[in-house]
């Protein structure tokens, strides 16, 4: 069976978040992606999302720039295409270099629309097996340890033990300490956002975090390094864990070789769609590497998602993109979904629906919906 692309509809959506998200590039006070409405030719259809950031202060890729290449490059091409599955139309992408963030919208609309096809969940089309998920929440950048504690403790009341604090330079050490002093059963991770450079200081304060008990430490070094990442992991006890230097599956080989991290988040944006997820989760599998799926605010789409492929094997860490559904403004009244019922610090998937399971509540999506744009395929070159 093969499906032929009719029509893409593409819009920008932006939720707001009910506090800022304070990290080490910045402060984020919306949610900002692009939803794909992909339709075939039998008038199916298949919704995904890329979540990035409004400016290019985590990676070089930014919203505006992402609907850019979409609409330019990306769209136009898939118009009146056939593929046999979505993996090859990822395939069929990778003569255009790089854009990854794009290409993400484009693989889960496809994967969508390919399990929703076959009447399948997405679960069963991603090979899942791990119906029971543990979730972790991140804790702002904060000056005053006070305020990471609080947050801190409201997690904790939730039931929440695994929990990530964003740091930066000078906002670390007292920060932590004050967690780990409070939480001793937390398994207590930080997440540097690519803050910190590689020096005599910073292999000091992270060998201070090291004793400190820590269980992973999140791209500590620049969003483009793996190789003074190797020369921190030597340094270090608990595993470094790369984000923004994790590209595709190319990176982790390379990081393998030079033991740059031994642990990985993987996120369905930045690696560009389910195809290479696959990849780095079945790599990284094999090199006996835990991984987890992270997120970047994404809207009830791409959070869907993020769910279905953590349900795979290799997935084992928590589910690090729990944010949105506490800080996004009336994130539940979205969608209804049958993907998923969350319970404290657990989440249990269900794989009875097709595709991603949820249908949207268009009327609340459209306050929040921005510029927005169709690609038909003409009549005359569709496959029939
Ligand atoms: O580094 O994981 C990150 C959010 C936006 C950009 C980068 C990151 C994040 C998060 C989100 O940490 C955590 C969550 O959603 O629970
Ligand atoms: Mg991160």
Request: charged share 25%; with cysteine; hydrophobic share 40%.
């Amino acid at each position: 069976m093969t499906f032929t692309i009719a029509r893409i509809e593409a819009s920008i959506l932006e939720l707001p978040l009910v506090r800022p998200f304070i990290v080490s590039f910045g402060t984020v006070r919306n949610t900002s992606s692009i939803v794909l409405k992909v339709y075939d030719t039998q008038g199916a259809c298949g919704i995904g999302e890329m979540s990035a950031i409004t400016m290019p202060v985590y990676k070089p890729e930014y919203t505006k720039g992402i609907w850019a290449v979409l609409n330019d490059v990306i769209l136009p091409f898939l118009s009146g295409k056939s593929f046999a599955h979505p993996r090859d139309a990822e395939q069929a992408l990778t003569f255009i270099r790089g854009h990854y963030f794009a290409k993400a919208a484009v693989s889960t609309a496809l994967y969508d629309l390919y399990s929703r096809q076959r009447d399948e969940s997405i679960i069963k089309t991603l090979a899942g097996t791990r119906m029971n998920l543990t979730v972790s929440r991140t804790i702002s950048l904060y000056d005053d340890p006070a305020r990471t504690l609080e947050e801190g403790q409201r997690y904790y009341d939730e039931g929440i033990r695994w929990i990530k604090l964003k740091i930066a330079p000078g906002r670390e050490l007292k920060q932590v300490r004050t967690l780990v002093e409070h939480f001793p059963d937390a398994k207590i991770m930080v997440d540097a956002n690519a803050g910190y450079e590689y020096n005599d200081d910073t292999i000091r304060i992270y060998q201070e975090m090291d004793e400190m008990g820590l269980f992973c430490f999140e791209q500590p070094l620049r969003w483009n390094d793996i190789v003074f990442h190797s020369k921190l992991q030597e340094q270090l006890r608990a595993p470094i864990a790369l984000d923004e230097s994790l590209d595709d599956v190319t990176v982790l080989r390379q990081a393998l070789v030079i033991k740059s991290c031994r642990a990985a988040n993987i996120k369905i944006s930045r690696v560009g769609g389910f195809g290479e997820a696959i990849k780095i989760e079945e790599e990284a599998r094999s090199a006996g590497m835990p991984v987890w799926v992270g997120g970047m605010m994404e809207s009830p789409v791409g959070f869907h998602a993020n769910l279905a492929f953590a349900a795979r094997d290799g997935c084992s860490w928590p589910l690090d993109f729990l944010d949105s559904t506490i800080l996004v403004d009336g994130f539940f009244d979205c969608f209804e979904s049958n993907l998923y019922k969350i319970n404290g610090d657990t989440i249990h998937l269900n794989a009875a629906a097709p595709g991603f399971g949820f249908s949207l509540n268009e009327k609340a999506i459209a306050r929040y919906t921005g510029i927005s744009s169709v690609h038909e395929a003409p009549t005359s070159t569709r496959a029939a």
